[in-house]
């Protein structure tokens, strides 16, 4: 059952993805903030819950953290997009990508942890 609802979350999160165009959501470096982090947070914890569960929960942390880094770089001036429309849309889809990929990584985590360690 659990694989089935993985299935039909994916299906419709690949739908949006093919309708809008799956090149908008494609980002090298969001994608490794979010792997670098959920697994650094599974090592960090080193706690009694299984690894692909700790490791969903820093996925979805690091993705906040990763648009949080987004936004002020964006804000900041580094990429002098602050004030350009045209610059600011795409810049603002990357930093949002990290909460994107961090919020998938845990909703497939999720189908692989153990039943009897997740919280009601």
Known sequence: MRII???ICLALVGGALVIIGPALYFDL???L???GGGVGYALLKG?????????????V???WIGSLIGLIAITGGRFDTWGDVEKMGPALAVA???LF???M??????SFTPLDTLED
């Open 61 to 63: 942390y690091f993705g």
């Open 33 to 35: 903030i979010v792997l």
């Open 105 to 110: 990584a845990r909703l497939i985590a999720l």
């Open 96 to 98: 949002m990508l990290t």
């Open 5 to 7: 609802g993985l299935i």
């Open 47 to 59: 706690s009694k819950e299984p690894f692909i569960k700790l490791f969903g929960d820093g996925a």
């Open 29 to 31: 470096n969001s994608f």
């Open 101 to 103: 990929y961090g919020y």
